[in-house]
């Protein structure tokens, strides 16, 4: 595992009804928080926003990692110089544990569509994306992790598969990975591929971190809604993920229908019992090779 | 299938979304499958485009939706969406055009486009940093006279509103509709969000001076020759100062010394 990704244990997705418990302390069941990047980045002609000095109160009691939505590293046009700087200006006020973005693209022409929109699977694509991560870490001094997106289209002219993209961004960027395992589940359902290939296919050493979220479900296709609890396949998911990885950092994930925070602990604390079980069983199995 | 250059296929895709038709040759190049067809696929994203900026906007002007009710509120949100594409990073500045577009809607009522900017200034307050100078203390640290010769301002953070609407109380939930009220308001950040205060005529007169920045011995003078008691300006200008709505600009020396 890359050094700067250790494990960290269990985190959640920070989001607003949830700040008043971390601004006084910090539970238990969780090591880390992960916030959305854009929701703590000055606004047009504006230094500072208020929600970034709540961060900072935030940030004093439990670790923060930056999750990014609006960086567009697969556009072909150029990154946003502001958006870079304000990134690393934010960085270097939070000291975040790492920063992430996704592999997708959100627009073109300054146009942002607010959505992580698909990119074919393509050598053209490829050097997009590394051109844009490198110049990304470049800026920042440090790697950063990329997250597969769930996808509803692929495009026709695609040259190979998503795990192999994904291999080769991450070879040739030297970043690390941000494996969503709910998003492996919904692009597996809805373009009709093995999810166990996929997983079976990404670099191991190369993921600092798991996302876990829930979708829904419209019986031809599934939709990343993270609005509802980890559906049970994707519990399965990340169990095989933990017997067949290192221990990563592992966050749930919830944007819509945010919950009483007893019922989103109540999950924290089932992948802590996965991964517990699967640690417990990787041991068992190193004695036994010695023995 | 042919190949087609990044470049051209995000712009294409990117037009199937956001437009009212989807391009022919956005559309060929998305794979389908007898159960998950073309059309389905790139539909999930143009439904989720709309609905996801039109969300962003219900969040910001709830009364204003309220008003017009949903159909026509999201009518004329897709139409704002279609003129003026976010060009930010984050969405939640979005919202910021939203009043200005609504002033070249057709058949408004007037007290709306008042309420729309009222919404959009609560949400602007409540982002901005609280202010953190201590304008007591900077002041306290004068003697009188370079205390008179301070140039002092409004803080940046607060906005001064006025409307024949009497939109505050709209917004609250007022259950009389919107009746002619004038009112003079004054918005500032706080820990709740932001805090309101509806201000008399003279207290108006004050921030109005303060707005730009002015000498406390300037406002005292013009303010004396309105008939505006002077005990009621140190109160006034007291209460302002405790609560960091008024914020020193430059000290009397500090204006000295500038070349």
Not at chain 2, 226 to 245: G, L, N
Request: charged fraction near 25%; charge should be negative.
């Amino acid at each position: 595992m890359l050094l700067e990704f250790k494990d960290r244990g269990i985190g959640v997705g920070l989001r607003p009804p949830h700040y008043p418990r971390f601004l006084n302390g910090k539970p238990n069941s969780v090591s880390w928080v992960e916030v959305i990047t854009e929701n703590f980045l000055p606004w047009s002609n504006e230094t500072r926003i208020r929600p970034e000095q709540t961060l900072m109160k935030i940030r004093q009691n439990v670790p923060v990692a930056l999750h990014g939505v609006s960086l567009s590293l697969g556009s072909v046009d150029p990154l946003s110089v502001t958006y870079l700087a304000r990134l690393k200006q934010l960085a270097q006020t939070v000291e975040p544990i790492w920063i992430s973005d996704h592999l997708c693209w959100t627009g073109t022409g300054d146009k942002n569509l607010h959505d992580l929109l698909p990119l074919p699977y393509t050598e053209e694509a490829i050097s997009v994306l590394v051109r844009n991560i490198s110049e990304v870490q470049k800026a920042l001094g440090r790697r950063i992790l990329v997250e597969n997106v769930s996808s509803y289209a692929e495009f026709e002219h695609s040259e190979m598969k998503e795990w192999e993209f994904i291999n080769e961004v991450v070879r040739r960027s030297d970043c690390g990975i941000l494996l969503d395992v709910n998003n492996v589940f919904v692009s597996a359902f809805n373009h009709g591929f093995d999810p166990l290939e996929y997983l079976n296919a990404i670099p191991k050493d190369r993921v600092g971190q798991i996302h876990l979220a829930g979708h829904s479900n419209n019986g031809t296709h599934l939709v990343d809604t993270h609005d509802a609890p980890v559906s049970e396949p994707v519990w399965d998911l990340y169990r095989w993920v933990t017997e067949n990885f290192p221990l990563v950092s592992t966050m749930i994930e919830r944007d819509g229908k945010i919950p009483e925070w007893e019922t989103l602990e109540a999950e924290l604390l089932r992948a802590a019992r996965i991964r517990s079980e699967s640690n417990e069983s990787h041991s068992t199995k190193r004695i036994a090779a010695v023995l | 299938m042919k190949a087609i250059r990044l470049k051209e296929l995000q712009r294409c895709f990117r037009d199937s979304i956001t437009g009212n038709a989807v391009s022919d040759l956005g559309f060929d190049l998305i794979r389908s499958t007898p159960n998950f067809t073309r059309s389905e696929r790139l539909g999930i994203y143009r439904h989720a485009y709309r609905a996801r900026m039109i969300e962003s906007l219900e969040d910001d002007f709830p009364v204003t939706r309220g008003f017009l009710g949903k159909e026509k509120f999201d009518g004329v949100a897709l139409e704002y969406i279609a003129a003026s594409p976010s060009t930010f990073a984050s969405i939640a500045e979005f919202s910021r055009g939203f009043p200005l577009f609504l002033e070249r809607v057709e058949s408004l009522p007037r007290f709306l486009l008042d309420v729309a900017r009222y919404e959009w200034l609560l949400v602007k307050t409540t982002n901005e940093v609280l202010p953190t100078e201590n304008t007591v203390a900077v002041l306290a640290s004068l003697s009188p006279d370079e205390q008179m010769e301070s140039m002092v301002a409004l803080d940046y953070s607060v906005t001064l509103f006025e409307s024949p609407w009497g939109v505050d109380h709209l917004v609250e939930g007022s259950p009389y509709g919107p009746t002619p009220e004038a009112v003079q308001l004054m918005i500032s950040p706080s820990s709740g969000g932001a805090a309101v205060e509806r201000l008399k005529f003279h207290e108006w007169r004050i921030a109005s001076l303060l707005r730009s920045g002015i000498t406390l011995q300037r406002l005292s003078e013009t303010l004396s020759t309105e008939d505006v008691d002077e005990k009621e300006i140190a109160r006034i200008f007291a209460s302002w100062t405790q609560k960091q709505i008024v914020r020193v600009l430059s000290k009397k020396h500090e204006t000295e010394e500038s070349p």
